[in-house]
C-alpha cells in the first residue's frame, strides 16, 4: 500500500504562483492508494475557494482521496456544509445537541442561523479495502470556528472511539489538521486529550499539516510503552510565508517492514516546477 500525504492547499489569497497543472500532473506519476490531505484546502473558506479545491482534488487519479478540516476552512457558518459539497462528503459523527460540550460553536443556534445542520465539527471514519487489508482511517475536527487555535470536543473522541470499537481493520490512521505534538504560535490547545485517544486506540501513524513546516518524528512513551509515527507535512501550494515550503510526501509500503518515505520539495518556476525527492528512510 502506498499512501500519499499533500497539506495546505491554500485555494485564495494565499495560494502559490505555481502551475496546477504541472503539479497535478506530478501528483499523478505515483502510485497512491490513497491521498491524505490534511486541512486548509481553502485560506478563507469561501465557496469560489472551495470549489477550486475541490476541482483540483478531484483531478487526482487516486480513488481513495480523503481530506480533513483545517482552521482556514472553518471560517463561517457554512464551513461544514461547504466542505462536504465540495471536498470531501463523508458521514460525520455528530453528536446530540442535548450533550455536554467545551468546544466553542459547536452547535449554531437554528432560531439565528437557520441552517439545516447546525453541527459544526466534521469527524468521520473512513474504511478502505486495500490488497485484502482494511485500512480504517480516522478523521478529527481539531478546529474551532472562527478560531486559529486548534481544540478538540472530548465528547467527540469518545463517540469516535464507540465507532472504533464496533469496527474491524487492519490498519488505523488518524488524520488531524493540527499537530498533537506541536508546540507553534497557534497550536492545538487540548492536545493531550488527542494524544490519550492515540494510545487509547493504539493508534501507529498520524498526519497532519497546519504549520507549512516539515515535521517528521516517532515518539517512544517509556512508562506506557506506546510509540507513534507524527508525519507533518508542509504545504503543497501555498506561497505568503517566508517559511512556507513546498512539498508532499510519499510513503511506499506503508505500514511494511519494507516502508520507505520521500519527501518531494517543489520550487516554481516561471513555466515549470522544479521538484528535488529525498529518501528519507
Ligand atoms: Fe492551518
Redesign the pocket.
Known amino acids: 500500500m502506498n499512501i500519499l500525504h499533500i497539506s495546505?492547499l491554500h485555494f485564495g489569497p494565499r495560494h502559490w504562483d505555481g502551475d496546477n497543472q504541472l503539479l497535478l500532473k506530478k501528483l499523478n506519476e505515483y502510485a497512491a492508494d490513497i491521498v491524505i490531505n490534511t486541512?486548509?484546502s481553502t485560506t478563507d473558506g469561501l465557496e469560489d475557494e472551495y470549489a477550486e479545491a475541490g476541482r483540483f482534488l478531484s483531478a487526482l487519479k487516486c480513488k481513495n482521496v480523503i481530506s480533513c478540516i483545517?482552521?482556514?476552512d472553518k471560517r463561517n457558518m457554512r464551513s461544514h456544509e461547504l466542505f462536504r459539497k465540495y471536498i470531501y462528503n463523508s458521514e460525520t459523527i455528530c453528536l446530540p445537541e442535548t450533550a455536554i460540550t467545551t468546544k466553542k460553536h459547536l452547535f449554531l443556534n437554528r432560531k439565528i442561523t437557520k441552517v439545516n445542520e447546525n453541527f459544526t465539527d466534521v469527524n468521520f471514519i473512513r474504511s478502505i479495502l486495500i490488497k485484502e487489508q482494511t485500512i480504517l482511517v480516522i478523521s478529527i475536527d481539531s478546529n474551532e470556528l472562527y478560531s486559529d487555535d486548534g481544540y478538540v470536543e472530548r465528547e467527540i473522541l469518545t463517540a469516535v472511539s464507540m465507532e472504533i470499537e464496533k469496527t474491524k481493520y487492519d490498519k488505523m490512521l488518524l488524520m488531524t489538521?493540527y499537530s498533537i505534538l506541536g508546540t507553534d504560535e497557534c497550536p492545538l490547545k487540548n492536545s493531550a486529550c488527542l494524544i490519550d485517544f492515540v494510545q487509547k486506540h493504539n493508534i501507529k501513524y498520524v498526519f497532519c499539516g497546519?504549520t507549512h513546516e516539515l515535521e517528521l518524528m516517532r515518539t517512544n512513551d517509556l512508562y506506557h510503552g506506546h510509540s507513534f509515527y507524527h508525519f507533518m507535512c508542509g504545504t503543497l501550494s501555498s506561497g505568503n510565508h517566508d517559511n512556507d515550503d513546498n512539498m508532499f510526501l510519499y510513503f511506499e509500503n506503508f505500514g511494511s517492514d519494507n516502508m520507505h518515505l520521500y519527501l518531494i520539495r517543489m520550487f516554481p518556476e516561471p513555466d515549470k516546477i522544479h521538484f528535488k525527492e529525498e529518501k528519507v528512510f
Open positions: 495546505d486541512g486548509d483545517g482552521n482556514h489538521h497546519h
